[in-house]
């Protein structure tokens, strides 16, 4: 009888030993999904935030370009106009380093030609986005220009070598002032056509600051030629 009962009772602790076991053991592999879960869960949310996240801040840092800003709304008179313009304005910056590249001219004159090449080199900068935000060419046909009115108040290559050589001070001072007088005159009949036939809005309006800077710029210098010695 002893040994029956101590036959039971080990019986009995093993079964509840390995009972034990077990449940240690469901419990532990039942675990183990719940710990993983949140973690693929969120490797998931951070894979597709990311790249939506990305294209949209990419999408909307990117540069749109030097023509941002330029109506695709044109005309030939607004591409007639940019074409012309350009060149018209790089002879007045070559005409006013000129000047300045001389000595003993009057302080007034100098700084207008400063003025001249700092107002000038940006609108042609302006001319340039347009005309590639159009895809037009940077220069016209020579038939267009010539019923354009290409070369509206230029200075021939004679009247350049008269200023090149104009003799230092009040001399090459009054000359620059005669031929920038002209040469405004004829950027100033060029943004009117443009005011008048063109349609895109930047481009009106930098023809309408061009006539009413260079207005203003051809009273100034009819003022210095009066104030100018006699004779030079």
């Given at each position: 009888m002893k040994r029956s009962t101590t036959l039971t009772t080990l019986a009995l602790a093993s079964a509840l030993v390995l009972a034990g076991c077990?449940?240690?053991?469901?419990?532990?592999?039942?675990?183990?999904?719940?710990?993983?879960?949140?973690?693929a869960t969120g490797t998931a949310d951070a894979t597709s935030a990311s790249p939506s996240g990305s294209a949209a801040d990419a999408t909307q840092a990117s540069p749109s370009g030097s023509a941002a800003g330029i109506s695709a709304e044109h005309n030939d008179a607004d591409v007639m106009f940019a074409q012309m313009m350009i060149p018209h304005h790089e002879q007045a910056v070559q005409m006013s380093?000129?000047?300045?590249?001389?000595?003993?001219?009057?302080?007034?004159?100098?700084?207008?030609?400063?003025?001249?090449?700092?107002?000038?080199?940006?609108?042609?900068?302006?001319?340039?986005?347009?005309?590639?935000?159009?895809?037009?060419p940077a220069t016209p046909e020579?038939?267009?220009?010539?019923?354009?009115?290409?070369g509206s108040g230029m200075v021939d290559e004679q009247g350049m070598n008269w200023l090149r050589e104009a003799e230092e001070g009040p001399e090459a001072a009054r000359l620059y002032l005669?031929?920038?007088?002209?040469?405004?005159?004829?950027?100033?009949?060029?943004a009117r056509d443009q005011v008048q036939d063109g349609s895109n809005p930047q481009a009106l309006e930098l023809a309408q600051e061009i006539v009413r800077a260079q207005e203003t710029?051809?009273?100034?210098?009819?003022?210095?030629?009066?104030e100018l010695p006699a004779g030079s």
């Amino acid at each position: 009888m002893k040994r029956s009962t101590t036959l039971t009772t080990l019986a009995l602790a093993s079964a509840l030993v390995l009972a034990g076991c077990g449940s240690a053991g469901e419990e532990s592999t039942g675990a183990a999904p719940e710990a993983g879960t949140p973690a693929a869960t969120g490797t998931a949310d951070a894979t597709s935030a990311s790249p939506s996240g990305s294209a949209a801040d990419a999408t909307q840092a990117s540069p749109s370009g030097s023509a941002a800003g330029i109506s695709a709304e044109h005309n030939d008179a607004d591409v007639m106009f940019a074409q012309m313009m350009i060149p018209h304005h790089e002879q007045a910056v070559q005409m006013s380093e000129i000047l300045l590249g001389k000595d003993l001219v009057p302080g007034e004159v100098r700084d207008l030609a400063e003025r001249v090449v700092d107002t000038q080199e940006p609108e042609m900068e302006r001319m340039r986005a347009m005309l590639a935000a159009w895809e037009a060419p940077a220069t016209p046909e020579a038939s267009a220009a010539e019923h354009g009115g290409h070369g509206s108040g230029m200075v021939d290559e004679q009247g350049m070598n008269w200023l090149r050589e104009a003799e230092e001070g009040p001399e090459a001072a009054r000359l620059y002032l005669e031929q920038m007088t002209q040469h405004h005159e004829g950027a100033i009949e060029m943004a009117r056509d443009q005011v008048q036939d063109g349609s895109n809005p930047q481009a009106l309006e930098l023809a309408q600051e061009i006539v009413r800077a260079q207005e203003t710029e051809i009273a100034e210098m009819e003022r210095m030629l009066q104030e100018l010695p006699a004779g030079s």
